[in-house]
């Protein structure tokens, strides 16, 4: 997960940076952070993506069209 995928998560799921911190454990000055590109613990970005995940996000992978996300059905 990069930082755009996880703006475009918090955003069509409708979560805030403190909302989803609270999901994923962390402070939400860490989602500004990797959401501004700094590099941050694979564990971090791991129970980050984990909690976007729990909300109905799914992320797609580089595919020749760019990394993405949509929403789970």
Known sequence: MDATQCK??????????????VLAGISANTISRLERGEEL???TIAAIR??????GVEFIDENG?????????
Request: hydrophobic content about 45%; aromatic content about 0%; overall charge positive.
């Open 8 to 21: 475009m998560a918090r955003v069509a799921t409708g979560l805030g940076l403190r909302e989803l911190a």
């Open 41 to 43: 613990k694979p564990s």
């Open 50 to 55: 984990a909690a976007l995940e729990k909300a």
């Open 65 to 73: 069209g760019g990394a993405g996300v949509r929403l789970s059905k």
